[in-house]
């Protein structure tokens, strides 16, 4: 089960002190700043018809409309967001962790500045 599938997640589901803080870049944005980041990890899975979980992250608005019905993203609030929790292996569940551990395309986890970068974006509004 992908950690986008879920409804909601319990606060005993996250390990938030996991989470790097945000970064303290100022006006960080989709196209410049985490779009870079999606294409690199990302959008292999997540974009065009075959999306897992129907998540798109190769444009701002599929990130911002979310997975089947949930969103991943809460603007202004990145410790709520699935898609940090997921991608900041914060979940406790290792099989919900973004991109999964051992995965087809050998994708990495993301760094801990690419997380930071990522809630500094979702803090400063999603945009």
């Known amino acids: ?10 606060d005993d589901e996250a390990d938030l002190g996991k989470l790097p803080p945000a970064a303290d870049k100022q006006g960080v944005t989709y196209e410049k700043d985490i779009k870079p980041i999606f294409e690199k990890s990302c959008v292999k899975c997540h974009s ?4 897992k979980a129907k998540l798109h992250l190769d444009s701002l608005e599929g ?7 949930d969103k991943v993203v809460e603007p202004g609030n990145s410790a709520k967001s699935k898609l940090v929790l997921a991608a900041g292996q914060a979940l406790k569940d290792e099989d919900d962790w973004m991109p999964p551990l051992n995965n087809k395309a050998k994708i990495g986890p993301l ?13 400063q509004g999603a945009k």
């Open 48 to 51: 065009g018809e075959k999306a």
């Open 111 to 123: 760094t801990k500045e690419q997380v930071s970068l990522i809630r500094a974006w979702i803090d």
């Open 63 to 69: 990130v911002l409309k979310g997975a089947k019905k």
């Open 1 to 10: 089960m992908l950690a986008f599938s879920l409804a909601a997640l319990a």
